[in-house]
């Protein structure tokens, strides 16, 4: 009880919606700032109330905006959900960006949210570049250019509070089932890859061998000791000693670091060879916002 009193950050929203998001290359940071800037709601960065044991939110509305990984949710996004507190009676939407399909994130945070008794009323499916390699035929601008026409209706359905599953690609549902289902048996397939990164075994969870995929980065002799990849990874997993970034093996996978580095000195297995990808409408600046405050660390 006391730990609760002590951790609980009880978030004082003067206006009524609180969007919270987090990035790793910009996609989803760019579609946050987009919903944020059109409904007059506050973004605020999931990585920075981590330290937290619950997230008490007072707003009406709860916007979660997150990337998709391996067909799941972040696992940022799973710790961040069990936080959260007084979700009764709230509107709560969430926004998803994918390379290639949602999979099962949306319905992941369904349960979870559902967990933390609130409903989430409201679940978009937003297709952007895919960040992790490069995919052949994939327009960009086209991507960006649909999204720009999408926002309208994220921001209307939210005003009006709307319900359902939105820009779902209706005829492509058979075909989307069929990768899914596909994705959903690939998790061995992960976990045996994952496990060949980090030198562990395959019988470890997934999310544990997930935050040890930091091990299969290196740094090339072209790394200056700037420091900006741990400037901008939002869970404070680099620390920088002799001039050179070292992983903690608490990874998000998010590829910040990889694609921020602004002499691209780091490769590595989950990383796409030669293939540096940032939403171009974002300053790593901003995303070295979101990271979580080491000085606020919890102790207990
Ligand atoms: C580790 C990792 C795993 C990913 N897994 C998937 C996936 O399973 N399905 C998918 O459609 N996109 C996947 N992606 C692509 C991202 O979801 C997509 O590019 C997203 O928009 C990136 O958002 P960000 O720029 O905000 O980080 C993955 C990306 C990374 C880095
Ligand atoms: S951002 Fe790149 S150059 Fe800078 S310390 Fe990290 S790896 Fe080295
Ligand atoms: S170490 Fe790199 S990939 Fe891992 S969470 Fe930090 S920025 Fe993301």
Redesign the pocket.
Same mark, same amino acid.
């Given at each position: 009880m006391l730990n609760r009193a002590i951790s609980c950050v009880n978030i004082h929203l003067h206006m009524t919606i609180a969007i919270y998001y987090f990035? /790793?290359? /910009? %996609?989803? *940071?760019c579609v946050a700032k987009d919903i944020a800037a059109q409904t007059g709601g506050t973004l605020i960065p999931v990585a920075s109330l981590m330290n937290r044991d619950f997230i008490e939110i007072d707003a009406e509305v709860i916007g979660i905006i997150f990337?998709?990984?391996?067909?799941?949710l972040p696992l940022i996004i799973k710790r961040f959900t069990g936080k959260l507190d007084n979700l009764e009676h709230k509107y709560i939407f969430a926004v998803c960006?994918?390379?290639?399909?949602?999979?099962n994130s949306l319905k992941s945070l369904r349960q979870l949210i559902g967990a933390r008794r609130g409903i989430l009323s409201a679940t978009y499916r937003v297709h952007?570049?895919? %960040?992790?390699f490069r995919k052949f035929f994939e327009n960009h601008a086209m991507l960006y250019s649909t999204w720009n026409k999408q926002v309208g209706q994220v921001v209307w359905n939210t005003n009006n509070r709307k319900q359902g599953e939105f820009f779902k690609h209706v005829l492509l549902r058979p075909f989307f089932v069929l990768v899914d289902y596909s *994705?959903n048996n690939m998790q061995a397939m992960y976990r045996k890859s994952f496990a060949k990164l980090s030198n562990t075994s395959p019988d470890l969870k997934m999310d544990d061998l997930i935050q040890l995929n930091d091990m299969s980065f290196s740094v090339f002799e072209n790394c200056n000791g700037c420091g900006t990849c741990a400037k901008v990874c939002p869970v404070n997993n680099i620390v920088i000693t002799e001039k050179k970034p070292v992983w903690q093996h608490h990874c998000e %996978?998010? *590829?910040a670091c990889y694609a921020w580095c602004p002499v691209k000195a780091i490769g590595g297995g989950?990383a796409a060879k030669n293939y540096y990808y940032r939403?171009p409408e974002i300053k790593v600046t901003e995303m070295m916002k979101q990271k979580i405050d080491p000085a606020s660390a919890q102790t207990n």
């Amino acid at each position: 009880m006391l730990n609760r009193a002590i951790s609980c950050v009880n978030i004082h929203l003067h206006m009524t919606i609180a969007i919270y998001y987090f990035s /790793g290359t /910009g %996609n989803t *940071l760019c579609v946050a700032k987009d919903i944020a800037a059109q409904t007059g709601g506050t973004l605020i960065p999931v990585a920075s109330l981590m330290n937290r044991d619950f997230i008490e939110i007072d707003a009406e509305v709860i916007g979660i905006i997150f990337p998709v990984y391996y067909n799941e949710l972040p696992l940022i996004i799973k710790r961040f959900t069990g936080k959260l507190d007084n979700l009764e009676h709230k509107y709560i939407f969430a926004v998803c960006t994918f390379g290639g399909s949602a999979g099962n994130s949306l319905k992941s945070l369904r349960q979870l949210i559902g967990a933390r008794r609130g409903i989430l009323s409201a679940t978009y499916r937003v297709h952007m570049p895919q %960040n992790s390699f490069r995919k052949f035929f994939e327009n960009h601008a086209m991507l960006y250019s649909t999204w720009n026409k999408q926002v309208g209706q994220v921001v209307w359905n939210t005003n009006n509070r709307k319900q359902g599953e939105f820009f779902k690609h209706v005829l492509l549902r058979p075909f989307f089932v069929l990768v899914d289902y596909s *994705l959903n048996n690939m998790q061995a397939m992960y976990r045996k890859s994952f496990a060949k990164l980090s030198n562990t075994s395959p019988d470890l969870k997934m999310d544990d061998l997930i935050q040890l995929n930091d091990m299969s980065f290196s740094v090339f002799e072209n790394c200056n000791g700037c420091g900006t990849c741990a400037k901008v990874c939002p869970v404070n997993n680099i620390v920088i000693t002799e001039k050179k970034p070292v992983w903690q093996h608490h990874c998000e %996978n998010c *590829l910040a670091c990889y694609a921020w580095c602004p002499v691209k000195a780091i490769g590595g297995g989950i990383a796409a060879k030669n293939y540096y990808y940032r939403h171009p409408e974002i300053k790593v600046t901003e995303m070295m916002k979101q990271k979580i405050d080491p000085a606020s660390a919890q102790t207990n």
